[in-house]
């Protein structure tokens, strides 16, 4: 079965830096498309970005748009999310979730409901 875990969460300043990433264990992340999402504190749980199979669907929530990069490695595993231009509101709990595909060029989407597996999470916090 799948696992994922994140990490490379933490402190950054408004306006700094993070790149979190999702490893996965128990098969290969050749067959999935990852999304990663995140929850702040009394808020929803929202999409923030996601990648297919193949790497040529990719979606932003626009909130992040121009500052997130999400990129996959098949060979270790991993797809990351850089974050770049950090600001406050981004501060939540950052997950990534999977969903296995035949088509490697299925579109990928960010709606939560699709993805099967999912990480514990990793904490993002934005403040001066």
């Known amino acids: 079965q799948l696992q994922l875990g994140e990490s490379g969460g933490g402190l950054a300043q408004p306006g700094g830096s993070l790149r979190v990433s999702c490893v996965a264990s128990?098969?290969?992340?050749?067959?999935?498309?990852i999304g990663w999402f995140r929850q702040a504190p009394g808020k929803e749980r929202e999409g923030v970005s996601c990648i297919s199979r193949s790497g040529d669907s990719i979606n932003y929530a626009d909130s992040v748009k121009g500052r997130f990069t999400i990129s996959r490695d098949n060979a270790k595993n991993t797809v990351y999310l850089q974050m770049n231009s950090l600001k406050p509101e981004d501060t939540a709990a950052y997950f990534c979730?999977?969903?296995?595909?035949?088509?490697?060029?299925?579109?990928?989407?960010?709606?939560?409901?699709?993805?099967?597996?999912w990480g514990q999470g990793t904490q993002v916090t934005v403040s001066s």
């Open positions: 128990g098969w290969s992340l050749d067959y999935y498309t």
């Open positions: 979730a999977a969903i296995p595909r035949l088509s490697s060029n299925y579109p990928c989407r960010l709606s939560l409901s699709e993805y099967e597996y």
